[in-house]
T-cell receptor, first 113, second 116 residues
C-alpha cells in the first residue's frame, strides 16, 4: 500500500538560510499534519490542512509557513533558520471519514549548522 | 488544554516476558481517542494500538493490549512475550474526537529495552 512520502529525507542548511520540506499524502487522503520532533523530545504539532485550507495551528514560528496544494501535497517553508530548528519533521495524513487514523511519513531530518 | 504524562522515562524487560508502560492524561472532553505509537531507532512513527474513549472494552492487537481506565484517566500498554524488535521509544498520544482539531498530543515517551 502507498504510504506518506516526504522529501528530502535529509537536509543540511546553514543559519539564516531557507528550507522547503515536501509531503505527499496517501492517495485520497485530504488532511495533512506537520509535526516537529527535536532531539530527545516528543513530536510537537505545528500545523494542519484540510482540503487545502489551514485547519489548525500549533507552536509554529512566524518564520515558518505552509500550504496544501490542489493535488493535496503540502510544503513547509522555513526561513531564517536557527540552530534550534534542527529536528525531525514528520508529515502525517488522514481521510476525513477516518480522521482518527493518522499515517506518518518517514520524516525529514533537518540539520542547521 | 489536554496533557499526556508518561512517568517512566526508561524501562527494561527480558525477552519473552511481559512489560507494562504507563500513561495518564488530562482532558475535559468526553469524546476522544488514545494511542500508543512506537518509534524504533529508524525514527519511523508506527501506530501500535488505538482506543476509542466511548468503548469500554480494552483494545488488543496481537501481543499488545491496553488497560483503559476512563474515570482514572489512565491508559497503560501491556506487551506480552516481549521480542527484541520491541525495543523502541513508546509514545502515548491523545486526540480529541471527530469534529474538533485532530492534532495528536504526545507524552514524553518511554524508552523500552528488551534484553536477550
Amino acid at each position: 500500500a502507498a504510504g506518506v512520502i516526504q522529501s528530502p529525507r535529509h537536509l543540511i542548511k546553514e543559519k539564516r538560510e531557507t528550507a522547503t520540506l515536501k509531503c505527499y499524502p496517501i492517495p485520497r487522503h485530504d488532511t495533512v499534519y506537520w509535526y516537529q520532533q527535536g532531539p530527545g523530545q516528543d513530536p510537537q504539532f505545528l500545523i494542519s490542512f484540510y482540503e487545502k485550507m489551514q485547519s489548525d495551528k500549533g507552536s509554529i514560528p512566524d518564520r515558518f509557513s505552509a500550504q496544501q496544494f490542489s493535488d493535496y501535497h503540502s510544503e513547509l517553508n522555513m526561513s531564517s533558520l536557527e540552530l534550534g530548528d534542527s529536528a525531525l519533521y514528520f508529515c502525517a495524513s488522514s481521510h476525513r471519514d477516518r480522521d482518527y487514523e493518522q499515517y506518518f511519513g518517514p520524516g525529514t531530518r533537518l540539520t542547521v549548522t | 488544554a489536554q496533557t499526556v504524562t508518561q512517568s517512566q522515562p526508561e524501562m527494561s524487560v527480558q525477552e519473552a516476558e511481559t512489560v507494562t508502560l504507563s500513561c495518564t492524561y488530562d482532558t475535559s472532553e468526553n469524546n476522544y481517542y488514545l494511542f500508543w505509537y512506537k518509534q524504533p531507532p529508524s525514527r519511523q512513527m508506527i501506530l501500535v494500538i488505538r482506543q476509542e474513549a466511548y468503548k469500554q472494552q480494552n483494545a488488543t492487537e496481537n501481543r499488545f493490549s491496553v488497560n483503559f481506565q476512563k474515570a482514572a484517566k489512565s491508559f497503560s500498554l501491556k506487551i506480552s512475550d516481549s521480542q527484541l524488535g520491541d525495543t523502541a521509544m513508546y509514545f502515548c498520544a491523545f486526540m480529541r474526537g471527530s469534529g474538533a482539531t485532530n492534532k495528536l498530543i504526545f507524552g514524553t515517551g518511554t524508552l523500552l529495552a528488551v534484553q536477550p
